[in-house]
């Protein structure tokens, strides 16, 4: 059997011991040594959906952007809104180069009138830290940018359980917090920012708070919320839950190749705001009509597709698969796929190639899955 | 880290039984435990002779895909049709319930080049 290897290297976030404790199996993710499981991917992801689970998200990056231009420069970088990170909403946008290439998919709070907070993926905080600046340097705006990842410590506590174990831990009335809103409180004690976002596709928070609480934390939400069923979740869990849920990648379905209409992210694309980095691309994409877009793929075998596969119809390749995962809460094979217009539709076969072989696969509307929004947690 | 006695193995975590002048093979409990959750197994045709060493099956995992070497030379004379609804067979019962196909080996010297229980075990412990 071929690549029992053990990860080397990395850089471990302070609640590294902590998963060692938990028995966590660690790999070396974006130059970080994170658990991809405790127990396992199956048991984790199902403890989400049903129950609750709760991540180190660390590896994150944190970047705040402040100062009296710091509104010119966020609308200048993202493709939506960003006059619509008021009061206490969260925003999710693409951020793009001219040419509508994406650089990275990130959550935009604004702490005050001259203060964001960014968050961004762990592979990209460098890339995004510089990328930042050098906007800010080319048009002049009076800004400070830093990273502060290193003084932030995240955890993403996800599922339909996450109010119930969180609430008596802190003095915020999270029945008050909807979501995509964040609040500034405390957790146990500790002062933290919650935010009612995450990236399974379940109700959920994710929490920023200070390195040198994080093992108390944790722990006290893991011990208060044994009886609900809280489990700690790995890397693992976290891809399965989020590509059930078919939030995008970076890297895989979304990238400097792939611009968020391809990816399906139209809504977060608001040309209409004013001129912001890759307008005019996405507009000319837009309106001549994309070559290419993001579908849906149940394989109709376990067998599963990876990213880079070919996706062929009648003989022709079509496409290429984005991300492919077992699917651990619907039991069956997923995967995202980039097809060449004309487009199949909903229903459609297509055929898969892994390792030499044609596999079916059907096409399926997006999401894969759904939470009922009627839940009375 | 379960590793029976009566069984021979190779240095990428198969293990081989033989019975006569047939064998059964399958992947070690440590090789289920690192692969976590397996979901798909894909199997050769009865009948399609490898060299040992060869490829002759994919086990794949959520993370991801691995191949199975034959430990010896051979033709497949049965496959574990079990495994095809049931993959996750092989993590709860790796030698047992868990086999993957049964061989005629071509070349009966090469099973002295395996290991036996002790030497896997040393394998595994230093590896």
């Given at each position: 059997m071929e690549g029992l290897n053990k990860g080397e290297g990395g850089k471990k976030t302070p609640l590294y011991e902590e998963h060692i404790l938990a028995g966590g199996r660690i790999v070396d993710f974006a130059g970080w040594l994170l658990p991809v499981q405790y127990t396992s991917i199956v048991e984790e992801h199902l403890s989400v959906r049903q129950n609750a689970g709760l991540f180190d998200v660390s590896h994150m990056g944190e970047i705040e952007v402040e100062g009296p231009d710091a509104f010119r420069l966020i609308q200048q970088l993202i493709?939506?809104?960003?006059?619509?990170?008021?009061?206490?909403k969260v925003i999710y946008s693409p951020m793009c180069y001219k040419?509508?290439?994406?650089?990275d998919d990130i959550l935009v709070y604004r702490l005050r009138e001259d203060k964001f907070l960014l968050v961004v993926n762990a592979a990209n905080t460098a890339k995004d830290l510089e990328w930042i600046q050098k906007n800010a340097q080319e048009k002049g705006y009076e800004v400070k940018v830093r990273d502060i990842s290193a003084s932030t410590l995240q955890l993403a506590l996800q599922g339909p359980k996450a109010e119930a174990i969180l609430q008596p831990l802190t003095d915020y009335n999270l029945q008050k917090l909807g979501f995509y809103r964040w609040a500034n409180a405390k957790v146990a004690e500790v002062p933290c920012l919650i935010?009612?976002?995450?990236?399974?596709?379940?109700d959920g928070f994710e929490l920023y708070f200070d390195p040198s609480e994080g093992r108390k934390i944790w722990r006290e939400l893991l011990t208060r919320g044994k009886d609900e069923g809280l489990r700690p979740c790995g890397l693992g869990a976290r891809d399965t839950l989020r590509l059930e849920a078919a939030l995008p990648l970076y890297g895989h379905e979304l990238s400097p190749e792939i611009t968020p209409l391809e990816a399906g992210l139209d809504r977060f694309v608001?040309?209409?705001?004013g001129d912001f980095n890759g307008r005019d691309a996405l507009k000319q994409q837009k309106e001549a009509g994309l070559r290419r877009r993001l579908i849906g793929l149940q394989m109709m075998d376990k067998a599963i597709p990876r990213q880079g596969f070919p996706i062929y119809q009648q003989g022709e390749r079509i496409g290429h698969i984005t991300s492919g995962s077992f699917a651990p809460f619907l039991n069956c094979t997923i995967a995202l796929g980039l097809v060449d217009s004309p487009y199949v539709k909903v229903g459609e076969e297509v055929k898969v190639s892994i390792r030499g072989r044609e596999y079916r696969a059907k096409v399926v509307p997006l999401p894969f899955y759904q939470r009922s929004r009627r839940s009375s947690s | 880290m379960h590793i029976p006695e009566d069984l021979l193995y190779t240095k990428e975590h198969e293990w081989l039984r033989m019975e006569g002048n047939r064998g059964r093979v399958g992947i070690t409990d440590y090789a289920q435990h690192s692969l976590g959750d397996i979901v798909f197994v894909e199997l050769p045709p009865v009948g399609k002779e490898f060299k040992a060493g060869e490829a002759f099956g994919v086990v794949e995992s959520v993370k991801s895909a691995s191949d199975i070497y034959m430990p010896v030379s051979g033709k497949v004379v049965a496959v574990n049709e079990e495994l095809i609804n049931s993959p996750q067979i092989i993590n709860q019962d790796p030698y047992g319930k868990g086999w993957m196909i049964e061989i005629e080996p071509s070349n009966p010297e090469e099973i002295k080049g395996l290991l036996d229980a002790s030497g896997y075990k040393k394998l595994v412990e230093e590896g």
């Open positions: 493709t939506h809104d960003a006059s619509l990170a008021t009061g206490n040419d509508g290439g994406t650089v935010s009612r976002t995450g990236y399974t596709g379940e608001r040309l209409e705001k | -």
